[in-house]
């Protein structure tokens, strides 16, 4: 490659994020298509596009999942997250494609950006007639990636665990009935205290994803990063997080 080209060419964040936005876009694509080929077999009906928009769409699809997995078993993080259990090379990517790891100096940046900051003491949410504070597509990526934490009962779930145990203690010590449907005075729902456990559990995976990611570059690590990442027990290695790391 010449010199030309190393400087004309798009920076790997800005390629990455490109690919899972296409990916997205490819995917729904894909299944308006599937939807529509559905609806007109029910009515004995074929369309000749209809079918090979979805041929197309599930051939594309194909390929940007195999970019993407490039991409992520290149990353400079991957020897870690790539030993986490629930941690699979799509939905790791889809988290990757929209950090800027240089941008976020700061692990409460990260959480900020991620949609995991705290505005006045409560979390950041979006908020009518004001700009979004954080990336919606991001946090949403996030969530999926958590799901797959959770369902893959590894050092993050027992994390998950221990937090949903702690704040449920913390409930009852204050009174609170701890309920299964809708909360009332004196009362916290299961499901708000799953969500305050798996928003704890990102955070630290966040985190941890941070620390590592920045120190395989070089990237100066603030002297807040070890506060940050202090877990109600001390602080939690990210090594240690990993199969097989005694988490």
Known sequence: MSEKQ???EEPMNQAFLFAAKS???????????QVRRAHLARQEKKDQITELVETKARELEDILNDWI?????????????SQVKGVGTLNIGKVLAYIDIEEADTISSLWKYAGYGVTNGKGDRPVPGKKLCFN???KTMCYRL??????????YYDYYVREKKRIERKAEEKGLKIVSGKETEGTISKGHI????RRKMMKLF???LWLVWREALGLPITKPYAHQMMGHDGYIDPWKMVEGGGA
Do not use: C
């Open 146 to 155: 958590g799901t797959s934490l959770i369902r893959a009962k590894g050092a």
């Open 194 to 197: 799953n969500m305050m456990a």
């Open 69 to 81: 997995r490039d991409q992520v078993t290149e990353h400079p993080a991957y020897e870690w997250f």
């Open 136 to 138: 919606r597509k991001l």
């Open 23 to 33: 990916l997205e876009f490819v995917q729904k694509l894909r299944v308006a298509a």
């Open 206 to 208: 966040l985190a941890h």
């Open 6 to 8: 190393e400087q004309e």
